[in-house]
Structure formats: C-alpha cells, structure tokens
Nanobody
Framework: VQFVESGGGLVQPGGSLTLSCVGS????????MRWYRQAPGKERELVAV????????NYADSVKGRFTISRDNWKSTVYLRMNNLRSEDTGRYYC???????WGQGTQVTVRG
C-alpha cells in the first residue's frame, strides 16, 4: 500500500492550493480516506475525512468552510482543495487510509506573506 502526495508549495495568506494523493496497492474505492497535517514541533492532526463513495465528509473545526475534500475513485486519487489559507495552515500534509498503517512522504504547504 502506497500513497503519493503532491500539490504543495509556498502561497501567500488568502491564497489557494489543491493537494492530490494517489493511492495504490489496495482497493481504493472501497475505503474511506483522510488528510492529516503536521506543523513543525506539533503532533500530526486530522484535517479531513471522506467516505468511500465521497458522499460523507467531515472536517476539523479549524478548516471548515475553507477546505474541501473530494475523491476520484477511477483515478485512485483523493484531493484537498484549500482556500483562504492562513499562516497556521503551514505544515506537511499527508493522506492515508485508516484501514492501513502506511504513510506517504507528504507534501509541504507553506503560507507566508
């Protein structure tokens, strides 16, 4: 089971980014997926969850109304659209499937003016 995240970068406050994560080695469409992030010196935190069909989503309070999780099961890909980014959104973002223990390398998001 592998996850490859991409789409991070440096963005100014108020800007937007879309992260992508391709999963492989398992039946992607049969499982829920999650996005986590980890800021320097802090524990990894759950950001967003999506059910296997995409109908169920849930978000951390800190990102509600700004982030949108979605998925394309044909492409084995989960996305995280991030709008109105803030400096506190800075961190390394990871996707994972809760049924497995694998983690990818993550993608770095830096929000700085």
């Amino acid at each position: 089971v592998q996850f490859v995240e991409s789409g991070g970068g440096l963005v100014q406050p108020g800007g937007s980014l879309t992260l992508s994560c391709v999963g492989s080695g398992f039946a992607f469409g049969g499982f829920s997926m999650r996005w986590y992030r980890q800021a320097p010196g802090k524990e990894r935190e759950l950001v967003a969850v999506i059910g296997n069909s995409g109908e169920y989503t849930n978000y951390a309070d800190s990102v509600k109304g700004r982030f949108t999780i979605s998925r394309d099961n044909w492409k084995s890909t989960v996305y995280l659209r991030m709008n109105n980014l803030r400096s506190e959104d800075t961190g390394r973002y990871y996707c994972m499937c809760p049924a497995y223990t694998s983690w990818g390398q993550g993608t770095q998001v830096t929000v700085r003016g």
